[in-house]
């Protein structure tokens, strides 16, 4: 302030104090200004029964199912990688995913007593770490959920959505990057809903973010958002430009860390600058190069009638889907409407948005990649259900939601607990059957190998089985995944010198033929066919539509 | 081999965690509601209460010292409880001269509360002024400024205020640089003296261990002759002073508004702000080595006043380091864990310019300047010179220190800070 601004005037006295009100002003909840209501006795049992009921869902069964997957045992041969070797994979790192998530499950795995096989084998391991994410998770969704909608019923709806759903035990019980990340993500969001924003909130916020981002990339999609929730939290504060300041160059930090790593191993540009797809620069992997060929991967199938919508997501929980969406379109509605009043609503609304247009833009979408979309639809249903009932007598308040529950829960047609199997009959969903043990499938074709095959056999396999060979003594240190073997040029030309007759043994899992057969457009597989066609079949086993076998080449 | 290795993790670690604390410390009262509360100073002002001794130490400061004392001189606070000294060696008679004639000239106007003392002892430095003029005080509080010093009108009634408000016997009102656009490093000088002020000093002023500044400080005057004074042997006696009283438990208030802090200019040149901070520098190395410090209470008082103190010493080092590291770039090969581990220093560095920018738009917003994309373009190609800078005066003072010289390198004062009539209105009275 200039000098010539007004000073202070001078009192005769203390300033006497302004009469008493005769009624404190009501301090209305929000979201922008930090106001959020206490949790009280009842938000707290509430909340403990969230987390029991995910400890419950999640947890039971865990080991069993669903199926060990390709992408599992991928994420754990890299942490293996990072605990046994220093580095970010076993194989040449080409850049397809920022390590953020492998690091995480490195960590997790290195003080455990018996590391990576502390809980049985390596994705037992990493699925006890993802039951600990879960837990956390709901923690952050109810409280989120909480705090933008500011009702306990809201949050209650959104965590027991994403505690029961079929689609979500499904997902989150792997060991998925989608899961870390998403964990970061709320995380930050939690943070940016603190009652008061601070500096050290928004470089949380953005660290955690940051995090995020390097676990897996497609949480840039939420980057708007935060950043409008992180604006729209310090507007008005003193902090404002440290902290607006700050959040983007916390955020920042982790990414920066990344394309530093690239940089130092020479691997961030490609060679002469080489963007063509048609063409990839052959003597060393790039970020950029990588990054560029993965924008421009098209795949379009999402919505066509055996996309993954309809053939994967839909049967496995259509009504969470369904219902959230109608509850993002209901949220987008209001927020948009009246942003300072419903701010939570166009927080919880754009988040989902901004992932359901990642889903449907077109380009590669994997199984899986739903699972991110789950805990954003249960929040936009939880506080849209929240909203709607909100001026309801209590007894409908909670009797509706407990009624929606119930039948949820005991109604055959939903998956949810109970199912129809293919003979007509109700019994316990597929999630928490005791009879079905799927991954006991794949724990028998370990126990074959190892009492059949000799460790110095040149193997061919997917990589649900590399930590278990890799890891477990006698190792297998010439099993490849058909990947890597089609791909690396270490293990395709040096190893198998890509001929069929150096392979001793291919070891299928569920869906490979698929995938090899996805995996050569270029030709590339078809001297790992060749062996499976000069081979026999030396064991197998089946349960419904999973066929596991182990061929020896001829 | 690993040795090198073992030494770039701990010494990156090290200035990661170093270099973290003071960005805490630099954001402390902006991030930190309830200390950014106490930092505020006072909405009402009470009726005057004490009167006021003014010490103006000065040195070859004929350029500035008439405007300083008419500015305390006709402060918005009866004249009769306030006293004004004018301090100055008995060689430096241009300033007496000029001294005297401003006094003439008041007298004249019936204002009689301005004295000149002339001491002709030594050492000629500031602390010796100030004891010299001591014992010539005679009112409640005593404070001082410097010769080039813009004080606030208000600046009494503040100090007042605070004093009958809280309790205390020491008040640090903040102190304010405000040329940013003269000199390449003036946009850095200037935002170092705003988070010190502003924040730095709140953080130290609550944990009970605050190395004071050399002006716009207030003592109670039977505290200080209580306390013998200042040290008139040590280059940073205001450091010194703090440091002693926080060891004697006295609760120091740190307030620092906006609206009431002293304006003062950077050093003109290179060479005096190479000086000046080498002074600094080397007082802080002389206050470490002396050891008062030691005596403080509590063992979180006393690391605190270390930390300051030696701080110095790590600059110095570290100017060694960027040097080094620079040289590392270019030539040591190491491993990527280790090459990632030896960057966060960096990452640290531009969390600080960062932290600096926004501080650039915070501080001419509060002053009614106006920051530019420019100013910050400067300010981003000046970092890294300004750290060698800050550097080689810590080695240049640890130098000094080492031969045993402890002479005064006094600091040129052109006035940079009083903008002239039809230039930028930001502290015209």
């Not at chain 1, 998770?137 to 809201?154: D, N, P």
């Not at chain 1, 500096?199 to 940051?210: N, Q």
């Not at chain 1, 001793?504 to 490979?512: Q, V």
């Not at chain 2, 600046?155 to 940013?180: K, P, R, S, Y």
Request: charged share 20%; hydrophobic share 45%.
């Amino acid at each position: 302030m200039p000098y010539d601004q007004e000073p202070p005037q001078l009192a005769t006295v203390h300033g006497r104090a302004p009469a008493a009100t005769a009624r404190r002003p009501v301090r209305t909840m929000s979201v922008s200004r930090g106001r959020f209501p206490p949790l009280r006795r009842s938000g707290r049992i509430a909340l403990v029964f969230a987390l029991a009921t995910g400890f419950l869902t999640h947890g039971y069964h865990l080991f069993k199912y669903p199926l060990y997957l390709t992408d599992e045992g991928i994420y754990m041969q890299r942490a293996w990688a990072v605990v046994r070797e220093t580095s970010l994979s076993p194989y040449t790192y080409d850049y397809d995913h920022a390590p953020g998530g492998w690091l995480t499950l490195a960590g997790w795995a290195f003080p455990l007593p018996r590391q990576f096989e502390t809980f049985g084998n390596a994705i037992n391991t990493g699925r006890f770490l993802m039951l600990l994410v879960h837990i956390a998770t709901v923690y952050l969704l109810f409280e989120i959920t909480r705090r933008l909608s500011g009702r306990v019923l809201a949050a209650s709806v959104a965590a027991f959505l994403y505690n029961v759903s079929p689609l979500a035990i499904y997902f989150q019980r792997q060991v998925l990057l989608d899961n870390l990340m998403m964990f970061w993500a709320l995380l930050s969001v939690f943070v940016l809903l603190r009652r008061e924003c601070r500096i050290k909130h928004a470089l949380a916020a953005g660290l955690a973010f940051g995090i995020a981002l390097i676990t897996k990339e497609n949480a840039v999609f939420f980057v708007p958002t935060c950043a409008y929730l992180l604006h729209r939290r310090i507007r008005d504060s003193a902090p404002k430009r440290f902290a607006q300041t700050l959040w983007p160059f916390a955020l920042m930090a982790p990414v920066g860390a990344y394309v530093t790593y690239a940089m130092l191993k020479s691997e961030l540009i490609p060679s002469g600058l080489n963007f063509n797809l048609e063409n990839p620069p052959a003597d060393h992997v790039s970020l950029l190069y990588t990054l560029w060929w993965q924008i421009n991967r098209s795949q379009g199938t999402l919505l066509t009638s055996d996309g993954l919508l309809f053939a994967s997501w839909l049967p496995k929980d259509g009504i969470l889907l369904l219902a959230g969406v109608i509850a993002m379109v209901i949220a987008l509605y209001w927020g948009a409407r009246d942003r300072d009043r419903n701010l939570g609503f166009l927080v919880a609304g754009t988040l989902a948005l901004a992932y359901a247009f990642y889903l449907i833009r077109g380009s590669v979408v994997l199984d899986f990649y739903v699972a991110p979309l789950i805990p954003l639809l249960a929040m936009n249903v939880g506080m849209v259900t929240g909203r709607l009932l909100r001026r309801t007598p209590s007894m409908v308040r909670m009797g509706l939601p407990g009624l929606a529950g119930a039948v949820l829960l005991l109604a055959p047609a939903t998956g949810y607990l109970l199912t129809i199997n293919t003979e007509g009959r109700v019994e316990i969903a597929d999630q928490y059957n005791p009879r079905l043990n799927l991954t006991g499938m794949q724990e028998k074709q370990i126990a074959w190998i190892r009492k059949n095959v000799p460790p110095d056999a040149k193997i061919i396999m997917d990589d649900d089985l590399w930590s278990e060979l890799h890891d477990v003594k006698p190792f297998y240190p010439l099993a490849h995944s058909h990947w890597n073997a089609a791909s690396d040029p270490d293990v395709r030309d040096k190893l198998f010198g890509k001929k069929w007759k150096n392979i001793d043994y291919i070891i299928m899992s569920n869906k490979m033929r698929e995938s090899i057969a996805e995996n050569n457009a270029g030709g590339q597989e078809d001297w790992i066919l060749a062996a499976l066609k000069n081979s026999e079949k030396v064991w197998e086993t089946s349960q419904g539509d999973i066929k596991l076998e182990i061929y020896r080449v001829k | 081999m690993i040795l090198v290795y073992a030494a770039l993790v701990t010494i990156s670690v090290l200035l990661t965690v170093q270099s973290a604390h003071v960005l805490y410390m630099m954001l402390y009262t902006w991030d930190q509601p309830k200390a950014e509360k106490r930092a505020r100073a006072p909405e009402r002002f009470l009726p005057p209460q004490y009167s006021f001794s003014v010490l103006l130490p000065a040195r070859h400061e004929e350029d500035v010292i008439q405007t300083t004392i008419d500015r305390v001189v006709h402060a918005d606070y009866p004249t009769e409880l306030l006293q004004v000294f004018v301090i100055c060696s008995v060689d430096d008679t241009g300033t007496i001269a000029e001294a005297r004639e401003k006094i003439d000239e008041l007298r004249r106007a019936g204002l009689r509360n301005v004295d000149v003392v002339v001491f002709d002892d030594k050492p000629v430095n500031k602390p010796h002024g100030l004891n010299a003029a001591l014992p010539h005080t005679s009112h409640d509080v005593v404070t001082i400024f410097d010769a080039e010093d813009d004080i606030h009108p208000a600046i009494f009634n503040l100090v007042n205020t605070i004093m009958v408000d809280d309790g205390v016997n020491v008040v640090q009102a903040g102190v304010q640089l405000m040329n940013f656009q003269s000199r390449w490093y003036s946009a850095l000088n200037v935002l170092e003296y705003f988070f010190w002020f502003k924040s730095r000093l709140h953080y130290h002023a609550h944990y009970g261990s605050v190395p004071l500044g050399g002006n716009t400080v207030f003592f109670k005057r039977d505290l200080l002759v209580r306390l013998g004074g200042w040290d008139d042997r040590n280059l940073t006696e205001d450091a010194d002073i703090g440091l002693r009283l926080s060891g004697m438990g006295e609760r120091v208030r740190v307030v620092y508004d906006d609206r009431y802090v002293t304006k003062e200019e950077t050093p003109p040149t290179l060479g005096q702000f190479i000086k000046q901070r080498t002074r600094w520098s080397q007082g802080f190395m002389q206050t470490l080595s002396k050891g008062t410090w030691k005596q403080m209470p509590t063992r979180q008082q006393r690391w605190l006043a270390f930390y300051v103190l030696a701080f110095p010493h790590g600059q110095a080092l570290l100017g060694f380091y960027l040097l080094f590291s620079v040289g590392m770039i270019l030539v040591l090969k190491v491993p990527v864990v280790i090459a990632l581990v030896s960057y966060l220093p960096v990452l640290l560095l531009t969390a600080h310019f960062l932290t600096a920018v926004a501080g650039l738009y915070e501080f001419t917003e509060a002053h009614g300047l106006e920051a530019s994309p420019k100013a910050v373009l400067r300010m981003a190609i000046a970092w890294y010179p300004y750290q060698i800078l800050l550097a080689y005066a810590a080695v240049r003072a640890m130098r000094r220190q080492l031969l045993g010289r402890h002479d005064w390198e006094k600091t040129q004062h052109v006035g940079a800070h009083r903008i002239q009539p039809g230039k930028s209105d930001s502290h015209a009275v």
